[in-house]
């Protein structure tokens, strides 16, 4: 052993461990900080098609990236999280259901999680169904949160705020595009009210002289010539046939107002006795509008009453095709329901 060795005091070796000591951590800490700068920009490991990730309410950032470690997607959960809290991202993650696609880095993960950018899924209602046919279509969307007791009319408008309205047509029938965690209630609200605007958007502009009372009246024919169309450019011919018989104070005599009176009796086919027995709905047996309407009349329903077409035609007959065949006078409505008739039986 030299001299300079056995000379050395343990203040010494203490400077010289802790020299030793810094130039380690200094090593350390510049390899943890490139580990987490290239953690911050690389991809995130998903899969091709992506993933969905719940995210309920309450959830920490803590326990979102504990998740993603499980799932496979996050190697080292606590850069995430330290990453939340040098963004300031930590604190604003916002509940809901997120699709993370390929190529998603953790900055642009926590960027999606604060601006709430959630999965949006869609449920379309249908022009012509009625109020029985939507709500099951509601009932059974497997997305929708059901907080509805019953599916029953009083039920349902109490639920939405609209107590004592026949709910028949009243919702709008279009794809409508909702977050998961969005209930039934606030689903036919949202129907609810959007048929209210469009209605109330569009009645100010209506042709001038229709024998039309209010919006809801429009709304009424609007339903029938919804069932009774086919062809979508027919629309506003047909609405100008039953626009011409309300002004002349004949009878509208279309099918399928008495079809909805029937209610559950109606099995399919309707005969001449079913025309002659009288309903509040029985277009044959009653002069004016029904009640209330058959179905949910589409916008482009609603705007052909508003804006029906001109002319004389007082009589329309399918042709079987989809199409009508329309007339001016009995007489000549006789020979076109004669001809198709006849048609349709051979």
């Known amino acids: 052993m030299n001299d300079d060795s056995r000379n050395k005091t343990p203040a010494d070796i203490g400077f010289r461990l802790l020299g030793l ?19 911050r920009q690389a991809p995130l490991d998903l899969p091709e098609a992506g993933i969905d990730l ?50 998603l880095t953790p900055e642009a993960l926590l960027q999606q999680l604060t601006e709430g950018k959630v999965v949006q899924h869609g449920l379309t209602l249908i022009e012509g169904e009625n109020f029985g046919e939507m709500m099951q279509r509601v009932a059974s969307d497997p997305v929708l949160e059901h907080r509805l007791p019953a599916l029953d009319a009083d039920t349902v408008m109490n639920a939405i705020g609209h107590p004592g309205e026949h709910p028949e047509g009243r919702f709008l029938p279009e794809t409508y595009h909702f977050p998961r ?76 107002t008495v079809i909805y009176g029937m209610g559950d009796d109606y099995k399919g086919d309707i005969r001449f006795r079913d025309l002659r027995r009288d309903t509040p709905y029985n277009t044959y047996t009653r002069n004016g509008l029904p009640p209330t309407p058959i179905a949910m009349p589409g916008k482009g329903a609603i705007q052909a009453v508003l804006h029906p077409a001109p002319g004389k035609e007082l009589y329309f007959v399918a042709r079987g095709d989809g199409s009508h065949q329309f007339s001016a006078t009995l007489k000549a409505h006789n020979r076109a329901v004669d001809r198709y008739q006849r048609k349709r039986k051979r």
């Not at 959830?59 to 990453?83: C, D, F, M, N």
């Open 21 to 39: 000591l810094l130039i380690v951590l200094s090593f350390v800490s510049a390899w943890l900080i490139m580990d987490f700068q290239n953690f």
């Open 54 to 103: 719940v995210v309920k309410p309450g959830s920490t950032l803590r326990k979102i990236a504990r998740e993603l470690q499980q799932r496979g997607i996050v190697r080292q959960p606590l850069y995430l999280v330290l990453l939340g809290r040098y963004l300031g991202h930590d604190a604003r993650i916002k509940a809901g259901e997120y699709h993370l696609q390929p190529g």
């Open 181 to 256: 965690g969005t209930s039934d209630i606030e689903f036919l609200r949202r129907a609810y009210a959007a048929m209210e605007e469009f209605l109330q958007q569009n009645w100010p502009q209506r042709d001038k002289g229709l024998p039309l009372a209010s919006p809801y009246e429009a709304l009424i024919l609007a339903s029938i010539v919804e069932k009774e169309t086919g062809l979508p450019e027919e629309r506003p011919r047909i609405a100008g046939v039953f626009i011409r018989r309300l002004q002349k104070g004949m009878k509208l005599q279309t099918d399928p």
